[in-house]
């Protein structure tokens, strides 16, 4: 299943099969790793007709968790007909741990871009496809997402239980470390990082719709254009960014193997080179005459104090430019197995809890404390740290010590599904 492709993309490699399971830091991914033994030694059990796999093990997925959270998995390794777990994908393991390193640095760089142009460009560039390939992602292993019971399961204990217990510790955070004791807490309105799981939460929940509809990638861009002219959205649930950034998720749930087939050629890496350089010198030219805060996509025009047909404009360009440089960032992705291969199955887990540090270093003023830090080998040890950081937080020994708030199982607050334990007492039903 992680058979490497040929340079150019003459022979296709077998991406993974839908997954059922929910989006870790964001969502959807594949399951876990099953070692040969294991899984020879499972094939050969008796497997029930047609019944549905296991859970998926722990391993979050948003962002793109930014992965998914996604439900804990067999310990076995099989599934509930006795049939092993399918492998995840390197690939996609290594596109989510990249892609949390580059939110991770890029939460790094903010402080500096008053300072600096250099970083106000990387950081624009960047801010264009980090959180759009997280969720684009997500939106790709969101595709076999229906209403049935289980999946709602794992969708209330990956994605909203996460969503509540991060929203209040955060709020306590800030509490704290801002000297802010009058903060509220209050799940209508996301604070820093947990807009992602909200979002998701959303998103996942309309997937049967943009399965039944004909334009679903065009109708969704018109939902982000309308968002960005109406002002009267408000910050509940923090919808500006849920209608926003949707397209992205709605493009990954129609794309198709074959397309990570394509960008991933050779030429297409090697074009992705000037690409990315282009999109840098653009975002060099920009930087004083334009605000990151388009990027974030949380205001509408009216709010950001120009004519609505600017936003009209500016969505559909910034979806344009995001695609591209998506489609250049997965080029470079590797294919086979890496060291931080592993760490894709823990993105949300650092994903939200280096938010932690990252707010905290403003609330102590770390970055006004040391001018030196504004200095570029400062701005080049703020991103070496940074992605350290981020890297040990989505390490096995950090998923186990918060698989409680990440991924609870929590069967006490379910009902038994009367049809899968039928299913699961069936002759031949593993």
Request: aromatic share 14%; charged share 15%; glycine share 6%.
């Amino acid at each position: 299943m992680t058979n490497p492709v040929p340079p150019h993309g003459r022979h296709r490699a077998p991406l993974p099969p839908v997954q059922p399971s929910v989006p870790e830091t964001a969502a959807g991914m594949p399951a876990p790793r099953v070692p040969h033994s294991s899984a020879a030694a499972t094939a050969t059990r008796p497997a029930g007709r047609h019944t549905a796999p296991h859970p998926q093990s722990g391993h979050p997925g948003h962002p793109g968790h930014p992965g998914q959270s996604s439900a804990p998995a067999a310990a076995s390794g099989t599934g509930a007909a006795g049939r092993p777990a399918k492998q995840r994908d390197a690939f996609f393991d290594n596109a989510k741990y990249l892609a949390i390193v580059l939110v991770a640095m890029a939460h790094a760089w903010e402080p500096l871009t008053d300072h600096s142009r250099t970083a106000e460009a990387l950081y624009m560039t960047v801010y264009t496809f980090h959180m759009p390939a997280f969720i684009l992602i997500s939106g790709y292993f969101s595709r076999s997402f229906d209403m049935r019971p289980d999946r709602l399961k794992r969708l209330v204990t990956g994605v909203a239980v996460p969503y509540v217990i991060f929203e209040v510790a955060y709020t306590f955070f800030k509490r704290w470390a801002d000297d802010d004791p009058t903060q509220p807490i209050s799940l209508l309105d996301p604070w820093y990082l947990t807009w992602f799981l909200i979002a998701l939460f959303v998103w996942r929940l309309t997937t049967p719709l943009w399965k039944i509809v004909r334009w679903p990638v065009p109708l969704a861009l018109c939902v982000a254009v309308l968002a960005v002219i109406s002002p009267d959205i408000g910050d509940d649930l923090d919808l500006q960014r849920v209608l926003q950034f949707m397209p992205f998720f709605v493009l990954g749930l129609f794309i198709k193997p074959e397309h990570f087939q394509l960008v991933r050629r050779r030429e297409v890496r090697l074009l992705s080179v000037p690409v990315f350089a282009c999109a840098v010198v653009l975002a060099y030219w920009a930087a004083p005459r334009m605000t990151s805060v388009w990027f974030y996509r949380r205001e509408s025009a009216q709010e950001l104090g120009v004519p609505w047909w600017v936003g009209v404009v500016m969505t559909l360009a910034l979806f344009g430019c995001s695609v591209l440089l998506t489609a250049c960032f997965f080029a470079w992705v590797p294919r086979r197995k890496m060291w931080f291969t592993v760490l894709g199955a823990g993105t949300l887990y650092g994903y939200l809890l280096h938010g932690f540090l990252a707010k905290g270093s403003r609330f102590w003023g770390w970055f006004e404390e040391y001018e030196w830090l504004h200095k570029p080998a400062g701005e080049v040890v703020v991103t070496l740290v940074a992605g350290t950081v981020v890297t040990l937080l989505c390490t096995p020994p950090v998923q186990r010590v918060f698989r409680f708030a990440m991924e609870p199982k929590m069967e006490w607050a379910f009902r038994r599904d009367a049809a899968a334990l039928a299913r699961a007492r069936r002759p031949g039903a593993g």
